[in-house]
């Protein structure tokens, strides 16, 4: 019995100390172009989900490039308030070059 709790003692104490070693913080770089950025790349965009980057670029296919970022406020699922939170990550002009940086 006391083979088996020092067994698992050490499964537990080695899975801690695993989740501690692979932790890591997310920092994101740069900017997406709202007007040419790819699925993936509006996907980078920290708090853009799969449905709100794809209505995206169906927005800006039929009804051509945004000219404000107010213009994200017509486009299916946006608010206000997200697109207050995104407004450091997006730009209307310009190449997309927004990454994100595990430390």
Known sequence: MKKY??????LIVGFLAANTL????IYWSGQANINTA???ELKL????NYELAQNIIDYR???GPFT????LRKVPG????FIRAITPYVKLEGKTDICE???
């Open 101 to 103: 940086m595990k430390v």
């Open 68 to 71: 404000t970022l107010d213009d």
């Open 5 to 10: 709790t020092t067994i698992f003692a050490l």
């Open 38 to 40: 790819t699925y993936e």
């Open 45 to 48: 965009v920290p708090g853009m």
């Open 22 to 25: 692979c932790a890591s913080t």
């Open 78 to 81: 946006m608010t206000k308030k």
């Open 61 to 63: 296919e039929e009804n």
